[in-house]
């Protein structure tokens, strides 16, 4: 039962993995004996996670920029340069734009369509053959994006741009999991939204905790957010080719 939910050994690359979401899930596999690579825009705070993380299982940095397309280029080809294979990429880095209707600038769109759309297909698309190298018959390798419930329903803020690119986000992975051939495995999307800050809370909205890490961008707590991913790249979500969970 414990090889079944097993990612030992498994190498994982989590975009944004420096903070909030993308730490916790960073978290999660290493503590579970993954190798982690996490990537983030700011150098310094990547670099300073990886080595928190180290403290408990394998992890390494690659700082990235992800809002232009030879920053996705550029650590997609950073990441074959350093391992053969990858047996999980997390789409996880994305941004936010708020402001009112009659002031909301068209560099909002520009920037989030590049972070939130355009960036997680090409990574996925420039690191397909190490994604291939991983995939086995019996063990596929795993591309999961991490979208939101703004992408599915109008949101009560006016994020336009954000509610906007995750919908496209959505509708890419839907499409792009008509072509399980590439890594045996269609994209999961694992959409994410409603989170509050101070906790994290399950259907009951109780808090079940909160995380330790000093960058951490609220206090989430991680299990069962980082369990869910965990569930679906180990062997035992093997027969599995797509997936939502919803956070409300």
């Keep these: 039962m414990h090889d079944l939910f097993s990612v030992r050994g498994k190498t994982v690359l989590v975009t944004g993995g420096s903070r909030g979401i993308g730490l916790m899930i960073a978290q999660g596999f290493v503590a579970a004996g ?4 996490i990537s983030s825009r700011k150098a310094e705070t990547c670099a300073a996670v990886a080595e928190e993380l180290s403290a408990h299982g394998r992890c390494e940095a690659i700082p990235a920029d992800l809002g232009h397309d030879e920053g996705a280029r550029g650590l997609a080809a950073a990441v074959r340069d350093r391992v053969d294979q990858l047996h999980v990429l997390v789409n996880n880095a994305g941004a936010t734009w708020g402001a009112p209707l009659e002031n909301y600038p068209e560099s909002a769109f520009d920037k989030l369509w590049a972070i939130n759309v ?51 986000a959505q509708l890419r992975r839907t499409h792009t999991k008509l072509r399980p051939a590439q890594t045996r495995k269609p994209p999961a999307a694992m959409r994410t ?55 409300c």
Aim: positive net charge; proline residues 6%; glycine residues 6%.
């Design 118 to 168: 355009k960036a997680a297909f090409r990574l996925t698309t420039e690191l397909l053959p190490a994604l291939r190298a991983a995939a086995g018959p019996d063990d596929p390798a795993r591309v999961i994006n991490i979208g939101s419930v703004d992408g599915l329903r109008v949101p009560a803020m006016e994020v336009y741009a954000y509610s906007a690119t995750k919908a496209a």
């Design 34 to 37: 993954a190798h982690v690579i």
């Design 193 to 247: 939204g409603g989170f509050r800050r101070g906790c994290q809370l399950d259907v009951r909205r109780r808090p079940i905790g909160t995380t330790s890490s000093p960058y951490a961008k609220s206090s989430i707590s991680f299990p069962t957010f980082a369990c869910r991913r965990l569930s679906l790249t180990s062997d035992s979500a093997s027969r599995i080719v797509s997936t939502s969970a919803c956070r």
